[in-house]
């Protein structure tokens, strides 16, 4: 593309930060550089034409973690490292409510659930065993017990006859939350081009070389926020995980309010405008599903639909309205990777599939490194 005078010297002239990614860990990053330095002059580059990856395609669990999600972190991280998992969550929840406000992201807590199948009472054991033990370890952070047992109260199939009961487990509008952080982004001046792909980028001297698909200019300063993409541009340990996603046209008089998790999580089911939203199933296929590719696949969207007949919605007629995947980007720990990996060049990545709760605080950290 031969650019003009004019679109050269607005938008790709004395770049001080370049951001690639314009998903919540990009805007918050930009918000948080713009406050830090007023003058700078910021640019964000977006491959998509909405925010790629997952920022608006996730299911809006605003969580921080069920508690067989906990007991099993507890079996390959430290007791340490999982509690300041969990603080890193509640955290960047927090600053994603105070950056937006509760209204503009539709902020609701009508508590999570985690349902048992009755084909794995080991699991509800297990869980119930150490529910009481975990309440105590985590009271200090919270100053109340988190977890208690609830009774069926939805009328749900083929799962015990008992919830563990989150109520500090809230719900928002994935959709509202990204329109508000477009236009308070938009509205401190800092530029965003959409459809735009860095292929590579070069360190030289005081400044870095970033070649697009669409053109070439420099930045003193570039910091990726793709996230499960970031292996494309960078050499760390991040990989894609693709979440496949459906939802109902909407449902007369549905009953089901809250957040829900089943099967360790590997499933999730939220209520939205009087539809069930449901997605999960990665852990049928591990292997297909760790690509970057937008897609849905039969073996997935069938089981999904399964869950709705047999589980969710086993007396309720449902008619499926929309399907997606999103791509996560998740590692062998559950911890971002934000650090500084050359002199000009810095990245917030891997947020393991929590980046409704973590990725405002993640942006917030990858700002503080500059």
């Not at 590579?200 to 420099?218: M, P």
């Not at 570039?222 to 991040?238: D, P």
């Amino acid at each position: 593309m031969n650019l003009s005078y004019w679109e050269i010297k607005s938008w790709l002239s004395n770049i001080d930060y370049c951001i690639v990614g314009s998903g919540i860990v990009g805007l918050n990053c930009a918000l948080q550089l713009k406050a830090k330095f007023p003058k700078a002059k910021i640019l964000i580059l977006e491959k998509g034409t909405l925010p790629q990856g997952a920022s608006t395609k996730n299911a809006g669990f605003a969580c921080f973690g069920s508690l067989s999600e906990i007991l099993d972190d507890l079996k390959t991280h430290s007791k340490a490292d999982v509690l300041q998992l969990i603080q890193k969550r509640v955290k960047g929840l927090n600053v994603l409510r105070q950056t937006l406000g509760d209204q503009l992201i539709n902020f609701k807590q009508l508590g999570g659930y985690e349902l048992f199948l009755n084909s794995n009472k080991t699991l509800f054991q297990d869980c119930i065993s150490k529910r009481e033990a975990i309440n105590t370890w985590l009271k200090p952070l919270f100053k109340t017990d988190v977890f208690s047992i609830t009774h069926n109260s939805f009328n749900f199939k083929n799962i015990n006859s008992q919830y563990v009961f989150n109520k500090l487990e809230g719900q928002i509008d994935t959709g509202k939350m990204m329109e508000a952080l477009l236009e308070k982004v938009n509205s401190k001046g800092i530029k965003i081009l959409n459809n735009v792909q860095v292929e590579q980028f070069l360190e030289v001297a005081n400044s870095v070389k970033i070649k697009t698909n669409q053109f070439e200019f420099s930045a003193s300063k570039l910091l990726i926020a793709t996230n499960g993409f970031a292996s494309q541009l960078i050499k760390e340990h991040v990989k894609p995980a693709r979440a496949q996603v459906l939802i109902t046209k909407p449902i007369n008089n549905l009953k089901l309010k809250g957040t829900f998790h089943l099967d360790k999580g590997y499933y999730y089911f939220r209520n939205i405008d009087n539809r069930v939203l449901l997605g999960g199933g990665r852990n049928l296929d591990f292997k297909t599903e760790e690509t970057t590719e937008f897609k849905q696949t039969t073996l997935i969207q069938i089981h999904l639909e399964t869950l709705l007949k047999t589980i969710i919605l086993p007396e309720t007629a449902f008619e499926i309205e929309n399907r997606w995947s999103g791509i996560m980007g998740v590692g062998n720990q559950k911890k971002a990777v934000v650090k500084q990996l050359s002199t000009n060049v810095f990245c917030g990545v891997r947020l393991g599939g929590m980046g409704v709760a973590i990725g405002s605080l993640i942006g917030k950290e990858l700002a503080e490194l500059v």
